[in-house]
């Protein structure tokens, strides 16, 4: 089975709290165990990866890291990166805990539904109304890609 496919229905607890699917429970446990990264998406969303994922994308950023003295956009990368991830557990019970800051900035309010969206290296957490209006852009964009893609086809003049 491929690992961290498909996308959920589930609550937002009073506490925060959102319970993962079976499925997405055994992706993580497959992926390295209970130990995830938090980190909220400038899109909107709540990316939640397994720590040893998290690592192998941070990699490259940190060698960056000798550049930031210098640099004020790799300083603000850094900020940014350092200021909305959070270090977490999966609980016994199959939990998560997201941040309240996380929660707030991404529109997840207690006792609310959320969605929650397989990326294939890890889970994203959305509300229902922006994982609606994300779809909805990922669309428009693949449309008008592919309009522009045809139209370039057509005027190549080595189709003659």
Not at 78 to 86: E, N, V, W
């Amino acid at each position: 089975m491929l690992p961290f496919f498909g996308q959920e229905k589930v609550s937002v607890d009073a506490n925060g709290r959102v319970k993962l699917c079976p499925r997405f429970l055994a992706d993580f446990k497959d992926s390295g165990g209970w130990d995830i990264v938090l980190f909220s998406l400038p899109e909107g969303g709540v990316a939640i990866y397994p720590e040893k994922t998290f690592l192998r994308m941070r990699r490259s950023e940190l060698d960056e890291a000798e550049k930031s003295g210098g640099s004020v956009l790799q300083r603000r990368r850094l900020r940014f990166s350092g200021a909305m991830t959070q270090s977490e557990k999966i609980s016994n019970q199959g939990r998560i805990t997201i941040p309240h800051f996380m929660r707030e900035d991404c529109g997840l309010a207690p006792n609310s539904d959320v969605v929650m969206v397989g990326i294939q290296i890890g889970i994203e957490i959305w509300s229902s109304e922006r994982w609606s209006g994300e779809l909805d852009k990922m669309r428009r964009h693949s449309n008008e890609k592919g309009e522009r893609e045809m139209a370039s086809d057509l005027m190549d003049p080595r189709r003659e």
